[in-house]
């Protein structure tokens, strides 16, 4: 499980997860929990002075990223049966599931007739947004309307990851590790590649959130990862990290309650890709204080 330490006002580790939760992959949190989820176990767990686990799917699918719907007061998981992970047997179809604070399941949705594999999930006004990292396409649910429809056309995109609805709420931010940073058009389905300063692509950005007119992302393209700054600029984006010189080892999702910036760190993936079984020290999870301008405290 998770031992919580008291938060302190600069970059801190505030949970360590029990080193038998092989993968820890998503975090969310309504400012007084702390949600997790433990890939290769398939477990949601909750955390506030004590942690628990509040829900356990069934064999076949697993658990990756997950959001706190503020609206609806559910917990959006996105669950999975990639290829090529050790501990997971493929399957053709994932879910968007939800489930109450205490982890009973509420729904559990996928676009008929098409393979669907979410690994991303956010929650805004707008919807509800799932993005499939196997073909690209993003996945929205609306307030009112049943079913998944997809925002952005097929092929646009390659892997995509987190997103983040434009304070506009007419476009979406999408990070797409191999295609980069996007905007797609929530009206026309388009979507604009927007290239970082330097002209060239800000691929390896996993978990995205927005904070005022900033977008915070994981980088985890290569070893330490980090938290980005991304910024528009007319014509693309322009990045910095978040805090400098923070490492951020095996980095992948983040989650922002207000006050803090929580990211998960030492996931698991790179041993476990490595045929590592066994962990012999536990996933963290790391909060980052931010003024009510998003800037580190």
Request: charged fraction near 20%; glycine fraction near 12%.
């Amino acid at each position: 499980m998770l031992g919580l330490a008291a938060a302190a006002a600069q970059p801190g580790i505030v949970a360590t997860i029990d080193p038998s939760h092989r993968i820890v992959e998503g975090v969310a949190t309504d400012g007084s929990t702390i949600w997790v989820t433990s890939v290769l176990e398939r477990q949601v767990i909750a955390c506030t002075k004590s942690c628990r686990t509040i829900a356990t799917l069934k064999p076949g699918l697993h658990l990756f990223a997950l959001a706190w719907d503020w609206r609806r007061k559910l917990l959006w998981v996105a669950a999975d049966c990639p290829p090529g992970v050790p501990g997971i047997v493929e399957c053709r179809q994932g879910a968007l599931v939800a489930l109450s604070r205490t982890g009973k399941v509420r729904a559990m949705l996928a676009p008929k007739d098409i393979a669907f594999h979410p690994g991303d999930v956010s929650v805004s006004r707008s919807g509800v947004f799932a993005s499939d990292s196997q073909n690209g396409l993003v996945w929205r649910l609306m307030p009112g309307r049943p079913g998944l429809r997809a925002v952005n056309r097929p092929g646009d995109g390659k892997s995509a990851q987190g997103t983040a609805l434009e304070p506009s709420g007419t476009a979406l931010i999408v990070a797409d590790y191999s295609r980069g940073i996007g905007s797609i058009d929530l009206k026309t389905t388009a979507t604009t590649w927007l290239p970082r300063q330097d002209g060239k692509p800000l691929r390896g950005v996993d978990g995205l959130i927005r904070c005022g007119d900033t977008y915070l992302g994981v980088y985890n393209g290569q070893t330490p990862g980090a938290i980005l700054t991304i910024t528009m600029r007319p014509g693309g984006v322009e990045y910095g990290e978040l805090v400098a010189d923070l490492v951020l080892p095996d980095p992948t999702q983040i989650a922002f309650d207000g006050k803090r910036l929580l990211a998960v760190a030492d996931s698991g993936w790179e041993a476990h890709m490595k045929g590592q079984a066994n962990r012999q020290a536990g996933a963290h999870i790391v909060a980052i204080p931010l003024s009510p301008d998003c800037k580190p405290i």
